[in-house]
């Protein structure tokens, strides 16, 4: 399994930060690898299931999802799966300073493909995973503190 965090400084309240990232309609807005979702009109909720078609390696994957901690405006946290035995645990924390928030993401992640997928992660995907973290907490902060 490999884990990547990442975190970033967002000048906005903790309340309008977690209402970003918990709303999946605006999920494709800032999650470099959300191509689509299929997540309902409701809002987020413990245990809500939904669908997303995500890209890694520029190979699109569709994936199960399910919210398995939800603590707002504080934490967020999600379980998926993908066919051929992906598997991810994506864990959102944010924390208030002194003038904003501080996001941190935890991802830890097995690409499917069992084997092959490990020598392939270790090779390619994870750098890139890590680049996507990273662009991805950054169109966030964008969104975010656009949006005040």
């Not at 995500?54 to 504080?74: M, N």
């Not at 035995?85 to 499917?112: C, K, N, W």
């Amino acid at each position: 399994m490999t884990r990547i965090e990442r975190s970033i400084e967002i000048d906005a309240p903790p309340e309008a930060v977690f209402n970003e990232l918990t709303d999946l309609h605006h999920l494709t807005r800032w999650s470099t690898i959300t191509v689509s979702h299929d997540g309902g009109d409701e809002p987020l909720a413990l245990g809500q299931e939904f669908e997303q078609k995500i890209r890694v390696a520029g190979i699109r994957l569709p994936s199960s999802w399910r919210c398995t901690e939800h603590d707002p405006p504080r934490i967020v946290a999600y379980e998926a799966t993908s066919p051929g035995g992906g598997r991810l645990h994506m864990r959102q924390v944010v924390t208030e300073t002194g003038s904003g928030s501080t996001v941190a993401f935890t991802i830890d992640y097995d690409l499917p493909g069992g084997i092959l997928g490990d020598l392939l992660d270790r090779t390619f995907v994870e750098r890139r995973n890590e680049r996507e973290a990273e662009h991805s907490l950054e169109n966030l902060k964008e969104l975010v503190e656009h949006r005040r």
